[in-house]
């Protein structure tokens, strides 16, 4: 079971970039899917999830938009208006559990590392 993330890079503030993953097995079509982050010397914190609707953390609303193909078993983070703050590597999770999705997912991918100059 392998959860595959990409499209992190270097932006500017203001700038956007979209992430995605994609899930190795049709059964994550039924699970959350959402994204955390961690930054430099922070602790790892929840930015969004869905399952049939999503719920975002406040630092994100109205910036960051999640979508989910589930034939393509992907989901994918429209990030825009990136601000410095956000900058940290995020990484792609699954669970059944909203209580655990934001807080330690049963399934992680690797991380992608997305940093936002000023």
């Known amino acids: 079971v392998q959860l595959q993330a990409s499209g992190g890079g270097l932006v500017q503030a203001g700038g956007s970039l979209t992430l995605s993953c994609a899930a190795s097995e049709r059964t994550f079509s039924n699970k959350i899917m959402g994204w955390l982050r961690q930054a430099p010397g922070k602790e790892r914190e929840f930015v969004v999830a869905?399952?049939?609707?999503?719920r975002y953390s406040d630092s994100v609303k109205g910036r960051f938009t999640i979508s989910r193909d589930k034939a393509k078993n992907t989901v994918y983070l429209q990030m825009n208006s990136l601000k410095p703050e956000d900058t940290a590597v995020y990484y792609c999770a699954a669970d059944n559990d909203w209580s655990m999705i934001t807080t330690r997912p049963r399934y992680w991918g690797q991380g992608t590392q997305v940093t936002v100059s000023s």
């Open positions: 869905m399952d049939n609707r999503p």
